[in-house]
């Protein structure tokens, strides 16, 4: 089975500043534990590119990306839009990070490949379709579903976001859509205080936003029986032509922006059961997209897992 793998040094190039923990850091510790476990040697690589203006729009206002890119090469520390820091490569990085998701929902979509780990940076959840903030500036997973749909047909996408924080943004974006499924596990009260159960989506999206809202120190077993009791019985009447992950490692225990307990073997287990499901409904295509995971070395060791449950191991 081909699976792809998106990791490209460009992507050390946005730097939030000293002692930020969205940090080039991140990165670079993922990059060096892929290629020491040799995981790197057995994955196919997928190219990032600069995504154009007419896919970034398919859902971001023109007048934010405007926004933002004057903001970023004015020199502005931070996006006045929310708390995301920024410096003059973050429009730029930031872009060639989609780019690079688009590249593997193609090669997911097309065949080439059966499902893809998109290592990259900045984050993108919490971008919603005008406002930057919670580190993301634009949302890379909402784009990637909106590219497998407008470009290869896909009728219904499905997203599980297990980041430790709610992906607001995601679902701002697709909240009265219907035509993608939005799940998410994430600790409440926590930032950005979104994401209640009661939130459901509106109109045509009534009942496609599915959130699992739940306390501190929540692991294996909240997260999981959330997993098998609600999201796949909805996703198996859905029938979703591609799914896709907000993979954030910060709710791997020991993450210092969260109070999840998940492991690194929680983490395959969770990534074989999408996997399984994949399979079943939707000839296994499976993107997955890095978002959260403050720990550095908790990260790199989340992301060897996942991707070596990608792997089939």
């Not at 929540?218 to 019985?233: N, Q, V, Y």
């Not at 307990?261 to 983490?267: G, N, P, Q, Y």
Request: glycine share 12%; charged share 25%; hydrophobic share 35%.
């Amino acid at each position: 089975m081909n699976t792809g793998l998106l990791l490209d040094d460009v992507f050390r190039g946005h730097d939030p500043g000293e002692g930020h923990p969205e940090s080039p850091a991140r990165y670079r510790a993922v990059m060096e534990s892929l290629a020491k476990r040799g995981i790197t040697d057995e994955t196919l690589p997928i190219p990032q590119r600069l995504a154009e203006p007419d896919e970034l729009r398919r859902c971001h206002t023109p007048d934010y990306l405007e926004k933002v890119e004057r903001e970023v090469r004015s020199g502005a520390p931070e996006l006045s839009t929310g708390d995301t820091r920024v410096c003059p490569n973050s429009f730029d990085v930031a872009s060639r990070a989609v780019g690079g998701v688009l590249n593997a929902v193609d090669g997911v979509m097309s065949g080439r490949l059966n499902r893809a780990f998109c290592a990259v940076r900045p984050p993108g959840h919490h971008a919603s379709a005008a406002k930057g903030m919670g580190f993301c500036l634009f949302n890379n997973v909402a784009l990637g579903a909106r590219h497998a749909q407008q470009k290869h047909g896909a009728e219904r996408v499905l997203i599980v976001d297990w980041d430790v924080h709610h992906g607001n943004g995601t679902q701002d974006i697709f909240n009265e859509d219907g035509s993608v499924l939005f799940f998410s596990t994430h600790q409440s009260p926590w930032y950005p205080y979104t994401g209640h159960a009661e939130e459901r989506g509106q109109g045509k999206g009534r009942d496609c936003i599915l959130n699992e809202p739940l306390p501190s120190g929540s692991g294996m077993k909240e997260i999981g029986a959330s997993f098998l009791d609600r999201l796949i019985p909805a996703a198996q009447a859905f029938k979703p032509d591609l799914v896709m992950i907000s993979a954030g490692f910060d709710s791997r225990m020991g993450d210092p922006l969260g109070e999840f307990r998940l492991t690194d073997d929680d983490f395959a287990v969770l990534t074989r059961w999408l996997m399984q499901f994949a399979s079943e409904t939707c000839d296994g295509r499976l993107v997955s997209v890095l978002e959260g995971g403050y720990n550095v070395s908790g990260l790199a060791s989340g992301v060897c897992a996942h991707v070596r449950a990608l792997l089939g191991d």
